[in-house]
C-alpha cells in the first residue's frame, strides 16, 4: 500500500527502517479518523512565531506569521466538523513566568483574521477559570490558551500540570511538529492521558515527505549541507551519511572540512574552531568507510559564500540527483554581497525533477527570498525537529501517539 493509501486512516509505523534503528510499532491516528462533532478537542499547535516589540505591550506584532498559517487547516477541520477546539501552544521563553510580553495575544488576533471568526483567548492556560469558559462552549467555537510556558511545569514535563491540561478534553489531535523533539507536558504527556489521539495535516505532511527520506529514497540521494557550526548538525550529517549518496557542504561549516583535509582554502577567513574541524575529520572518515562522496568548495567568496566555480560544480552535480535534502544556507546569504552561491544553488535545484526537501528555518527564508519557494515539493519548517527526526530515532511527541496496530 502506498504512503498515500496508508495515510488514510492513520499511519503505521512497522517498527524498523531500512537501516534497522527501531522505533516503536504501531498505528498513529490521523485527525480524520475521528468524530469531532461535539468534542472537545485539545489541540497542541507550534504558534512560536517572531515578534516584534516585545517591550511594548500594545505594539507587538507576529513579525513572521508562517506557523499560524500552517496551522489553519487543522483548525479549520475541526471547526468545520463541530468541534469545541482548544488550541494549546507555547510562546518564545517566558521562563516559567507570566510575562505578558510573551503573551498569545498577537497570534489570537492572527488567529481570528486567517479563521475569520471569534477566537477567545483565555487570561491562563490551567486553573477553574479555564474549566468554565470550557464549559460554555459551542460546536465550531474556538478557544486557544494563554502560553503554555507562563508554567514553569509546562517544560518540566509535570504530571499535575498535564492531568490538568488533559481534563479539558476528550481528543487529543497535535501539530505542533516544530515542538515534536520534546518532551514537555503537553506534547508527551498529556498524549499519554488521553486514550484518543492523533495528528493534524501538517505533521501528516511533514511525515508523508520525511519518512521516505529515511526509509525509501529515490537514488541518487544528495544532501546539500551548509550553515556554520559542524558540531551543532553532527548527529544528522552522521544519520545522513548512513542514507545518502553524496553530500554537498557549503557554507561556514565547510571551512572546517576543508582544514579537516589541510586545503588552505578554508583557512582564508575566520579559522573553524579545533572542534568543529575535529568533528569534520571523523564526519569524513566514516564517508570513506561508508563509500558517500563528499563535495566541497575549490574557491569562496571572501570566506562568507561559496565561488562561482563551486556553485557550478553543485549545480552540475546536481542535474543527476532524484531526491535532495538541503539544511544550511550556503553562505551569508542576508547580506547582498554573499547571496549568489545559495540563491544560484537554489534557482537551479528549483528547476530540477527531483524530489526537493528543504528543512531549517533559515534556509527555507533564503529559498523564499531567492523567489523560488513553490518549485520545491516541501519546505519544512519544523528546525531541530525535522534534524533529529532524520537521525532515525523517532521523535517524541509523534511516537507517543502510536496505538497498538488493531
Ligand atoms: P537553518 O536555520 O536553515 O538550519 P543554520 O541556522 O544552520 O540554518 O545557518 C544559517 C546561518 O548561517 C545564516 O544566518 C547564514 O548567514 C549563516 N552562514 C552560512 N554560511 C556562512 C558563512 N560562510 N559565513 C557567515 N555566515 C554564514
Ligand atoms: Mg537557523
Known amino acids: 500500500m502506498s504512503l498515500n493509501e496508508r495515510l488514510k486512516d492513520g499511519l503505521e509505523f512497522k517498527g524498523k527502517s531500512e537501516k534497522g534503528q527501531s522505533t516503536p510499532p504501531g498505528i498513529i491516528h490521523t485527525i480524520r ?17 517572531p515578534l516584534r516589540d516585545k517591550v511594548l505591550y500594545e505594539e507587538r506584532q507576529v513579525e513572521d506569521d508562517t506557523r499560524i498559517q500552517e496551522a489553519v487547516p487543522t483548525i479549520q477541520y475541526c471547526i468545520d466538523h463541530g468541534a469545541k477546539v482548544i488550541i494549546a ?42 474549566q468554565h469558559l470550557t464549559k460554555g462552549m459551542k460546536e465550531g467555537q474556538v478557544l486557544l490558551l494563554e502560553n503554555l510556558r507562563f508554567y514553569k511545569e509546562e517544560e518540566l514535563n509535570s504530571l499535575e500540570f498535564s492531568k490538568k491540561l488533559a481534563s479539558f478534553a ?51 540521494f544528495y544532501a546539500v549541507l551548509g550553515g556554520i557550526k559542524v558540531t551543532d548538525k553532527i548527529k544528522t550529517i552522521e544519520a545522513l551519511l548512513k542514507r545518502v549518496d553524496a553530500l554537498l557542504i557549503g557554507g561556514g561549516m565547510a571551512k572546517a572540512f576543508l582544514a579537516a583535509i589541510g586545503n588552505p582554502i578554508g583557512a582564508l577567513t575566520t579559522p573553524s574552531k579545533p572542534e568543529d574541524v575535529t568533528a569534520a575529520q571523523t564526519l569524513l572518515k566514516e564517508a570513506t568507510r561508508l563509500n558517500v ?29 532524484r531526491t535532495v535534502f538541503w539544511n544550511g544556507p550556503l553562505g551569508w546569504f542576508e547580506n547582498p554581497n554573499y547571496e549568489k552561491g545559495t540563491f544560484q544553488v537554489a534557482k537551479n535545484i528549483a528547476e530540477l525533477n527531483s524530489l526537493k526537501i528543504v528543512g531549517g528555518g533559515d534556509t527555507v527564508s533564503a529559498i523564499r527570498k531567492a523567489g523560488v519557494g513553490h518549485c520545491f515539493d516541501h519546505l519544512s519548517t519544523g528546525g531541530g525537529a525535522v534534524l533529529e527526526f532524520l537521525e532515525g530515532r523517532g521523535l517524541p511527541g509523534i511516537d507517543i501517539l502510536k496505538v497498538p496496530v488493531e
Open 33 to 49: 479518523s475521528f468524530d469531532l462533532a461535539q468534542r472537545y478537542v485539545f489541540l497542541r499547535l507550534d504558534l512560536n512565531v
Open 89 to 130: 501552544s507555547h510562546l518564545g521563553r517566558p521562563e516559567g513566568r507570566k510575562k505578558m510580553e510573551y503573551s498569545l495575544e498577537p497570534v489570537a488576533r492572527r488567529l481570528c483574521l486567517f479563521l475569520g471568526k471569534e477566537v477567545t483567548l483565555a487570561d491562563d492556560c490551567v486553573g477553574d477559570g479555564i
Open 170 to 220: 476528550e481528543i487529543y489531535i497535535t501539530d505542533a511538529f516544530g515542538t515534536a523533539h520534546r518532551k514537555h507536558s503537553s506534547t508527551y504527556t498529556v498524549p499519554q492521558l488521553m486514550q484518543k489521539k492523533g495528528i493534524g495535516f501538517l505533521i501528516e505532511k511533514e511525515l508523508k515527505f520525511l519518512e521516505p527520506l529515511i526509509n525509501e529514497p529515490q537514488r541518487p
Open 293 to 321: 562522496k563528499v563535495i566541497l568548495p575549490t574557491d569562496t567568496n571572501a570566506g562568507y559564500d561559496i565561488g562561482d566555480e563551486t556553485i557550478a560544480t553543485f549545480c552540475n552535480f546536481l542535474t543527476r540527483s
